[in-house]
């Protein structure tokens, strides 16, 4: 590797180093031109945060993924997130908790948790939610929920999901209609969120919640709805 590249793996978000082993070519994907079928095989590298070897073109080529963790943004400091946060942490996620009631989102609740006090659609302003993020509201509160939910449908989010009964999703997606956003943005919300489990318990629904924000990750037949 090169002095060059590595400065430019340092400067990106998510990339993957393609290294020919019969050569020792190097390309950095996406960030450079490449045959089709290495590109695509970069891209599912990348979405599996899985380095390996692939044959393209009758070459063998090794790809070096290079990614930060996937980050989870939980909106609302209730007892739900108290589970979901540490069990979506133990898989590899960066966590922050968005509350600006700060009685509710305290260390003493979310020990070792990065927390958030701004108001949520401040803070999704500035998480900048990629494609590597997933946003999950959990307060039932529109004040709070819809902003967020608002911002995240802005961004490229691969997961966006919010808690509450059928009837509470449907009047929230009334009020983000009203907002200007269309079936298509308002389909991206996964609600209510989490697989069907018959999650009883905080801790039940933080794992039907995290169960499903991996399926939809790893493209997982579970995930469609």
């Not at 060059?4 to 031109?33: F, K, Y």
């Not at 990348?46 to 989870?72: K, M, N």
């Not at 449908?153 to 966006?160: K, V």
């Not at 009964?165 to 929230?172: C, G, I, L």
């Amino acid at each position: 590797m090169t002095p060059e590249t590595l400065r430019e793996i340092l400067a990106s978000h998510a990339v993957v180093l393609a290294t020919c082993l019969a050569d020792g070519r190097q390309m950095l994907l996406p960030n450079h031109p490449a045959p089709q079928a290495l590109q695509d095989a970069a891209t599912l590298a990348l979405s599996r945060d899985e380095s390996r070897c692939v044959e393209i073109a009758g070459e063998t080529w090794f790809l070096q993924v290079y990614a930060p963790p996937c980050r989870l943004l939980v909106v609302g400091a209730v007892h739900i997130a108290q589970a979901l946060a540490p069990l979506a942490q133990a898989l590899g996620y960066a966590v922050t908790v968005v509350d600006p009631r700060r009685g509710f989102a305290s260390a003493d609740r979310f020990p070792g948790i990065t927390l958030s006090h701004a108001w949520p659609d401040e803070a999704i302003a500035a998480f900048a939610p990629d494609a590597r993020t997933a946003v999950v509201t959990l307060t039932h509160d529109p004040k709070l929920d819809d902003p967020a939910l608002a911002g995240a449908l802005g961004s490229h989010a691969f997961f966006i999901g919010a808690l509450g009964s059928r009837k509470t999703h449907a009047a929230r997606l009334d009020r983000l209609a009203a907002l200007g956003h269309g079936p298509a943005a308002l389909s991206r919300i996964r609600g209510p969120v989490g697989l069907a489990l018959g999650a009883v318990t905080a801790p039940e629904i933080a794992l039907s919640i995290v169960a499903e924000i991996v399926a939809t990750r790893r493209g997982a037949a579970l995930a469609h709805r």
